[in-house]
Antibody, heavy 121, light 108 residues
């Protein structure tokens, strides 16, 4: 059974940093690209980042809204994907999900339960 | 960036009454790379459809997807009580990946 377990969310002040983790199980982690998606009541679902599984060197992708502030990484030895979030803003407040695709496509077949990040003073 | 507009915002139905949800893209979705998700309160989204019309694993055949280019449809042929939820479309034909704003399907 595929399981994704996020952690690391919490309350942080504007301008602060937070690192999210997602531990995966139930599949061969190193074979799959991994992604983060966030959800807010106001803006709905928003893709946040992706990291490939290419053994020669992981490639990362971001939308403009987080580029330069967020960094996705992975540790295949720990079956874990990370999201380092810096220079946080109020609009980054959301539930953050990690997700696994299927068929090599950037769709989201399996999701974690989500972790809440609140950016507020 | 491809903007996805879903309509209606809310769909009120009686159980068993056919549901038709629309997702319109601001430009053509490459390879019809369009997915649909279902989300219930307090849960993560669940993949229903990918490639515009292919059902994901274990998705009942009362869910079907159709469309191409800029206009896509999710149909629930005979909604069961557990199908009342929010539905999102997502395009993955170009970067950035984007989602629609959702359609809430509620019991009339």
């Amino acid at each position: 059974e595929v399981q994704l377990l996020e952690s690391g969310g919490g309350l942080v002040q504007p301008g602060g940093s937070l690192r999210l983790s997602c531990v995966a199980s139930g599949f061969t982690f190193s074979d799959y690209a991994m992604r983060w998606v966030r959800q807010t009541p106001g803006k709905g679902l928003e893709w946040v980042s992706s990291i490939t599984n290419t053994p020669s060197g992981f490639k990362t992708y971001y939308p403009d809204s987080v580029k330069g502030r967020f960094t996705i990484s992975r540790d295949n030895s720990k079956n874990t994907v990370y999201l380092q979030m810096n220079s946080l803003r109020g609009e980054d407040t959301a539930v953050y999900y990690c997700a696994k695709g299927t068929l090599g496509l950037p769709i989201f077949e399996y999701w974690g339960q989500g972790t809440l990040v609140t950016v507020s003073s | 960036e491809i903007v996805l507009t879903q309509s209606p915002g809310t769909l009120s139905l009686s159980p068993g009454e056919r549901a038709t949800l629309s997702c319109r893209a601001s430009q053509s979705v490459s390879n019809n790379y369009l997915a649909w998700y279902q989300q219930k309160p307090g849960q993560a989204p669940r993949l229903l459809i990918y490639g515009a019309s292919s059902r994901a694993t274990a998705i009942p055949d009362r869910f079907s997807g159709s469309g191409s280019g800029t206009d896509f449809t999710l149909t629930i042929s005979r909604p069961e009580p557990e199908d009342f939820a929010v539905y999102y479309c997502q395009q993955y034909g170009s970067s950035p990946l984007t989602f629609g704003g959702g359609t809430k399907v509620e019991i009339k």
